[in-house]
């Protein structure tokens, strides 16, 4: 089955420091799109970066994952939150930044619909705003065949999980297993993800098509690099 549990996606990814990060993002924002005040969070998760971006921005979202959505919202109260998809959504409104954060465009798979996504960020991008994307791995730096272990809480329960990965072509495959206590035994779910390996150059391609000028920052948040883009000269 596939992970629908917000909780149990928080409880995993408990590592990430979200504040330092949106200090950083902050940082870029106000650098790039002086007086940003609204922010777009596409394959927004679960919400967490909005959880502190809020203390200066108003920010909405857009997920596939529509239980990622609700908790997204409590967390964002005041945010408008859209079950879309990134390669072609439109909310009729454009936004100071737009961000696609923690590797999530590498689950747009293709070249071609990596393109699309992006072209479709930067439409919802205001003149003079920033579009933010944080990529997956390149091609190079994919490692097939290793395994990870993390582990969380959830209130009284223990979770883990444990990964393998592998590799398809262009697609970095994980397949991903949890174990969750509970009172009465341990619950098992496993799930599947497939994310495009895109090149540097493919990513920076995609946002010249859309009429943007890209620069790349090569820690970005958590070592995997960061793309700013805007329109017109940088």
Not at 22 to 31: K, T, V
Not at 90 to 95: F, I, K, P, R, V
Not at 164 to 178: C, I, K, P, R
Request: hydrophobic fraction near 40%; glycine fraction near 8%; include cysteine.
């Amino acid at each position: 089955m596939f992970l629908e549990s917000p909780d149990l996606y928080d409880a995993i990814y408990h590592f990430k420091n979200y504040a330092r990060e949106c200090e950083r993002l902050h940082a870029w924002i106000a650098d790039a799109a002086a007086g940003a005040r609204t922010i777009l969070d596409v394959a927004c998760g679960t919400g967490e970066h909005a959880k502190f971006l809020k203390e200066h921005y108003t920010i909405d979202g857009v997920d596939l994952n529509e239980n990622y959505l609700r908790a997204a919202r409590v967390k964002n109260p005041a945010g408008r939150y859209t079950r879309a998809d990134m390669i072609d959504f439109d909310l009729a409104a454009t936004y100071d930044a737009v961000t696609c954060l923690f590797s999530a465009i590498g689950y747009a798979r293709t070249v071609d619909r990596m393109n699309r996504a992006i072209a479709c960020m930067a439409r919802h991008v205001k003149p003079g705003g920033v579009l933010i994307v944080e990529p997956w791995l390149t091609p190079d730096d994919w490692k097939p065949g290793a395994s990870f272990i993390h582990s969380g809480e959830i209130g009284a329960d223990k979770v883990c999980r444990m990964s393998h990965s592998s590799q398809q072509g262009n697609l970095s495959v994980l397949l991903l297993h949890y174990l969750r206590s509970r009172p009465d035994g341990i619950e098992h779910y496993s799930e599947r993800h497939e994310l495009g390996l895109f090149t540097r150059d493919e990513m920076t391609r995609a946002f010249e098509s859309a009429n943007m000028q890209v620069r790349y920052d090569a820690e970005g948040l958590m070592g995997r690099g960061l793309y700013l883009a805007r329109q017109g000269t940088q």
